[in-house]
């Protein structure tokens, strides 16, 4: 993976290289270089299958990480790309052009996190949240205790536990 750190970084203005395993590496890019890296790995370097596209969401640091996780299967050695981006309006260019899978996984990403994806297809329409009102779920400012408590009420007889302690209570 070196050797391909080595000529991506020629190329292109990318961060250092983290390496999880021999054959699994992950590198930074910054948002407006992306597509461009994306296209060079699958055109040249043999990484014609998108994995997976997912978000982490740094709370503290105003900040959504995109990770775009690619494979090449014939050299059976997978690369992982981050994208930072400010979470305020946080919008980031489509790949489904490159990828159609991708379409879907920007869907759940603008549903979940709230991020955009302009010019993706049905990326406006519900997905998995129907009817949902609230802001995005995944994003860590959602107070999930708070959504439950105003919009389910108690069963009776339900009681809340403390786990430690329910625990000690259950092994003796």
């Known amino acids: 993976m ?26 930074t890019v910054p948002q407006e270089h992306l597509r461009s890296v ?8 043999g990484f014609t299958h ?12 105003g900040q959504f990480q995109l ?13 992982g790309l981050r994208v930072m981006l400010a979470r305020d ?6 790949i489904h052009d490159v990828w159609p899978t991708a379409a ?3 869907r759940e990403l603008r549903e979940m996190f709230g991020i955009d994806f ?3 297809p049905r990326l406006h ?7 949902w009102n609230d802001i995005p779920p995944y994003r860590r400012d959602f107070d999930t205790l708070k959504y439950a408590e105003e919009n389910y009420s108690q069963r009776p007889g339900r009681e809340t536990r403390d786990p430690a302690a329910h625990m000690k209570q259950q092994l003796t």
């Open 50 to 61: 998108l994995i997976l596209l997912t978000a982490v969401d740094w709370l503290e640091e």
């Open 38 to 45: 994306l296209l060079h790995l699958r055109d040249c370097e």
């Open 89 to 94: 309006g946080a919008t980031m260019q489509s």
């Open 67 to 79: 990770t775009y996780l690619l494979s090449n299967r014939t050299a059976g050695r997978d690369i």
């Open 2 to 27: 070196r050797e391909l750190h080595t000529k991506l970084i020629s190329l292109f203005p990318i961060g250092e290289l983290t390496e999880q395993r021999p054959n699994l590496a992950f590198v």
């Open 104 to 106: 879907t996984y920007q």
């Open 125 to 131: 329409e519900e997905f998995i949240l129907e009817g």
């Open 118 to 120: 302009p010019g993706s």
